[in-house]
């Protein structure tokens, strides 16, 4: 049985998109399964009493800029086609529970590719409800069926759930890795990741 990766991850975080295009040759070198788990990072933030980068070093520039300039050389490393989102930061709690939502209509991994490629790669305002239909059907995905089902109590509070246990767990940002019980933050640690999942 190949051992599982789980990713704990938000659209709205531009780190999320970074780890998930580099997931896949992660996976098919370690042999391990990405499992990924939608969480609300604005959620997150509130019940770790944590602050997203732009805020939390905005009095602290030097480090602010050094974040931004280990961001370029991750993206250069490996050749991701990022582009920042003229729109960012974005309201994604509609989008998570879309996310959920997918994964109830199996059509999980085609929702996550249109929506981090809409958001990271192709500047699109994936805050706007019209927009995203637009991402969904020229995905080949039915729009309307996963927006109402993003709808559903029962997904709204499934997000919630995952949102607490991420916390309950230690979790506090994106991109978060469980392997095992063992938690990693960032993508900076997935060189850990890939060790851990190697022993």
Known sequence: MSKKLEFLFDFGGPNSYLAHKVLPDLCARTGAEA?????????????TNNQAPLIRYAETPAKRNYEMLEFD???????????MNPHFPINSLHLMRGAVAAQHLGC???????????????????????AVRSVLD?????????LAKADDPDVKAELVAN??????????GVPTFFVGTEMFWGKERMGQVEDALAA
Request: glycine content about 8%.
């Open 138 to 146: 020229n995905a080949g995905l039915d729009s309307a069926t996963l």
């Open 163 to 172: 949102t607490d246990k991420a916390a309950e767990r230690g979790a506090f």
């Open 35 to 47: 499992v990924y788990t939608p969480i609300l990072l604005g959620g997150l933030f509130k019940l």
């Open 108 to 130: 999980f991994m085609p929702y996550v590719e249109a929506i981090m490629a809409a958001m990271w790669e192709q500047e699109i305002n994936v805050g706007d409800p019209d």
């Open 73 to 83: 050389r991750f993206v250069k490393a490996h050749n991701i086609p990022f582009r």
